[in-house]
């Protein structure tokens, strides 16, 4: 794997994205946004499934996604260009993982929670008893994603490029 | 670096040694620690705040007004988290931002967003929360909520560029 992390990291893409004066510092802030919209936009729905602001209707509020999907495509892409300045300093890392297991977890439960109560609220029926843990848990795992990712440029070992 | 004569830096550096701040700061995981309680309160605030801003400028209608700003108070308490741990960052490297045009940047849309809220609160917020739920709220709430996301959104992109350029003299205007 130490090639191909070399050869990605000698592309002249790869270089420019490093070297740039304004590029790699122009994705981290798209990347910062995304997750802000994202996140954001997880979280609201979380606290409404744990039982906060229990006076709106709930399944209103699946008309935040398409502010969490606005957020994923722009931390995704940014993501990927990330990635493709420093491969071996973040595939290497096993925090890195960590990240994408906590933050795919909490949007596979953004899916349970769209999937399975949203319908409820809907027919107006009553939650069943582990929607608020549901929701608890969900805004644990988005908080824990953040987290690995700001102690990723800490914990990394490897770094073949500066 | 030049004595400052409005701000004693090297007493807001002496505070920090004294106090233990900088000791923790500067071991191996004080700083990001304090990194991610920030951008955990910070995306606490976007969800209470700034989904309540898209809410007045018309996004997820459906959702009653005065029952999504009950969560305001759980952004309140994301802004403090980024206050606290801003204030360690601070305490920490104050040169790092006092002069740092991206810090100054980020203090004033800070300032413009309280600015923005005590507005809110005295102009607009008992008309917004007799809106109904699938109504677009008045005009001035849409324009209160673009600014307030504005502003938040401008403070996180100052965040980054205080970390990658300190200071960023060849785009600030007035260094």
Same mark, same amino acid.
């Given at each position: ?29 798209? #990347? ?8 954001? &936009? ?28 606005? &957020? ?6 940014? &993501? ?6 420093? %491969? ?39 939650? %069943? ?15 824990? &994603? ?9 914990? #990394? ?6 | 670096?030049?004595?400052?004569? /409005? ?12 106090? *233990? ?33 898209? !809410? ?5 209608? *459906? ?24 204030? /360690? ?9 006092? $002069? ?10 800070? @300032? ?19 809106? *109904?739920?699938?109504? /677009?709220?008045?005009?001035?709430? !849409? ?6 996301? @504005?502003?938040? /959104? ?11 350029? !300190?200071?960023? $003299? ?6």
């Amino acid at each position: 794997m130490t090639d191909i992390f070399a050869w990605i990291e000698q592309t002249p893409f790869s270089i420019w994205l490093r070297e740039d004066l304004y590029a790699f510092f122009v994705v981290l802030i798209f #990347h910062s946004l995304g997750m802000a919209f994202l996140v954001g &936009g997880g979280m609201v729905i979380c606290l409404r499934v744990a039982g906060l602001a229990s006076g709106a209707r709930l399944e209103k509020f699946r008309g935040f996604f398409p502010v969490m999907w606005i &957020g994923l495509v722009m931390a995704v892409c940014s &993501g990927v260009l990330l990635l493709w300045s420093y %491969p071996a300093k973040a595939l290497t890392n096993p925090v890195f993982a960590l990240k994408f297991i906590l933050l795919i977890s909490a949007g596979v439960m953004m899916g349970v929670i769209a999937k399975r109560l949203f319908p409820l609220a809907e027919r107006g029926e009553a939650l %069943p008893g582990w929607a608020r843990w549901a929701g608890i848990g969900t805004f644990v795992l988005w908080a824990a &994603g953040v987290t690995a990712g700001k102690f990723l440029p800490y914990t #990394h070992h490897v770094l073949m490029v500066s | 670096m030049q004595p400052d004569h /409005l701000i004693d830096v090297f007493a807001i550096e002496k505070f920090g040694i004294d106090t *233990g701040i900088f000791g923790f700061m500067n071991s191996k995981w004080g700083w990001p620690t304090a990194e991610s309680i920030h951008f955990i309160g910070l995306n606490m605030l976007m969800a209470a705040v700034g989904m309540f801003d898209l !809410r007045m400028m018309g996004v997820a209608k *459906g959702i009653r007004m005065s029952a999504l700003h009950r969560l305001v108070p759980f952004g309140v308490v994301g802004w403090l988290m980024c206050v606290g741990t801003g204030f /360690l960052f601070f305490v920490s490297a104050p040169g790092q931002y006092l $002069y740092n045009p991206a810090w100054q940047t980020k203090m004033a849309l800070m @300032a413009v967003a309280g600015c923005n809220m005590a507005l809110f609160y005295a102009t607009t917020a008992n008309a917004v929360h007799t809106v *109904g739920p699938d109504d /677009l709220p008045p005009t001035r709430a !849409r324009l209160i909520g673009f600014v307030s996301l @504005a502003c938040w /959104l401008g403070v996180i992109i100052c965040g980054r560029l205080i970390t990658f350029f !300190r200071p960023p $003299y060849h785009w600030c205007v007035w260094c």
